[in-house]
Nanobody
């Protein structure tokens, strides 16, 4: 199972970006998908997560109301729509998949993508 994250880039504060995470490899339906991020010199932190049927979503307090995690169906990519971006959102964003549960804990996720860089200028 491979996860491919894309959509990162450079954007001004207040702008928007949409990240995408595609899953390939053997037939796989994850229990949940999530986005994490890691800024230089900081620990990787949870951003958002969604269950396989999109019934449950979790958000970090720092992004609530600005970011939306979504997917069209269980086999579609998972997206992270990021609006009202702030310089503190600058980080490498990783998507992850869990076989068993939705969680804010990165240790619950079994598969990881390579990351896509988001840079927000002030």
């Amino acid at each position: 199972v491979q996860l491919q994250a894309s959509g990162g880039g450079l954007v001004q504060a207040g702008g928007s970006l949409r990240l995408s995470c595609a899953v390939s490899g053997r037939t796989f339906i994850s229990a949940a998908m999530a986005w994490f991020r890691q800024a230089p010199g900081k620990e990787r932190e949870f951003v958002a997560a969604i269950t396989w049927n999109s019934g449950i979503t979790y958000y970090a307090n720092s992004v609530k109301g600005r970011f939306t995690i979504l997917r069209d169906n269980v086999k579609s990519p998972v997206y992270l729509q990021m609006n009202s971006l702030k310089p503190e959102d600058t980080a490498n964003y990783y998507c992850a998949a869990s076989r068993t549960l939705i969680s804010k804990d990165q240790n619950s996720y079994d598969f990881w993508g390579q990351g896509t860089q988001v840079t927000v200028s002030s």
